[in-house]
């Protein structure tokens, strides 16, 4: 029988997601024609799960956030590429808007959005609360992902990128404590690869900016309402994009130094 999914492949970069990997697999063949999957030394199992569950797997020493990206997007069979993470599930009626998408040929436009919904550790997904849109499904013919060390997203406006209806889930930690270490790993590496902001803005940032990095997200995306584990959520957010500045002054200080 003919494959009637779109032209599609997503692919996965992974580094120990066996926890969701046969999940994230399986969704993503809901709609995709191809999963491809790029790990880079797994211990937990991960390449042997995803093959499991339906993925292409290839083994690459990291190189790097976008670079990886690249990596994946040169082993895709299709055009037409859907980027997702290790812990993040296309939901069934995300799939259906990407395929409907496709009825009539390939889409118009070379970028579209996905609405991003945080699942926590405990309760129902976050649907109503702390809500984003991330620009995952792309043409590689007319754009593709930064050939950066650091940076791994579409240089777009995703809020001009035309929105898909359906959550794109992501299982984004396992606890509070698992948070504050990807967004320390994350933040991290964001601080190596960025260019740098002058001293005395980082100064007032490391000085101030803490409380109105929590506020944002606290408030303005709605957090508040998810009680004390929305706050301490937020703290975690918080600090990991206050870390960001301390690494980028720290840039300051070493080439001071040297």
């Known amino acids: 029988m003919p494959d009637t999914r779109p032209p599609l492949s997503a692919y996965i970069r992974t580094l120990d997601e066996a926890?969701?990997?046969?999940?994230v697999v399986r969704a993503a063949l809901a709609v995709a024609r191809q999963v491809v999957v790029v790990d880079s030394g797994s211990t937990d199992?991960?390449?042997?799960?995803?093959?499991?569950?339906?993925?292409?797997?290839?083994?690459?020493?990291?190189?790097?956030s976008g670079k990886q990206k690249r990596i994946a997007e040169e082993l895709c069979r299709h055009d037409w590429l859907l980027?997702?993470?290790?812990?993040?599930?296309?939901?069934?009626?995300?799939?259906?808007?990407?395929?409907?998408?496709?009825?009539?040929?390939?889409?118009?436009?070379?970028?579209?959005?996905?609405?991003?919904?945080?699942?926590?550790?405990?309760?129902?997904?976050?649907h109503e609360v702390d809500r984003a849109f991330?620009?995952?499904?792309?043409?590689?013919?007319?754009?593709?992902?930064?050939?950066?060390?650091?940076?791994?997203?579409?240089?777009?406006?995703?809020?001009?990128?035309?929105?898909?209806?359906?959550?794109?889930?992501?299982?984004a930690f396992e606890d509070i404590g698992d948070l504050t270490r990807k967004v320390e790993r994350n933040m991290t590496g964001r601080a190596r690869g960025v260019a740098q902001k002058p001293k005395g803005v980082l100064a007032l940032r490391i000085v101030f900016g803490m409380p109105v990095y929590f506020l944002k997200r606290y408030l303005l995306k709605g957090l508040f309402r998810k009680g004390v584990y929305g706050f301490a959520f937020c703290v975690a957010q918080a600090y990991g994009r206050w870390l960001k500045d301390v690494k980028l002054y720290e840039r300051h200080l070493r080439d001071e130094t040297e």
């Open 134 to 171: 991330r620009a995952k499904l792309y043409d590689r013919r007319r754009i593709r992902i930064p050939d950066h060390p650091a940076w791994d997203q579409l240089e777009v406006d995703k809020n001009r990128a035309p929105r898909l209806e359906g959550p794109l889930y992501h299982h």
């Open 83 to 126: 980027d997702l993470d290790g812990d993040e599930v296309v939901s069934p009626a995300l799939a259906g808007s990407i395929a409907k998408l496709f009825e009539n040929g390939e889409p118009p436009e070379p970028v579209y959005a996905l609405p991003w919904v945080i699942v926590p550790p405990f309760g129902a997904p976050w």
């Open 19 to 23: 926890d969701h990997i046969e999940e």
């Open 45 to 64: 199992g991960t390449p042997d799960l995803a093959e499991a569950a339906g993925a292409r797997v290839f083994t690459r020493d990291w190189q790097g």
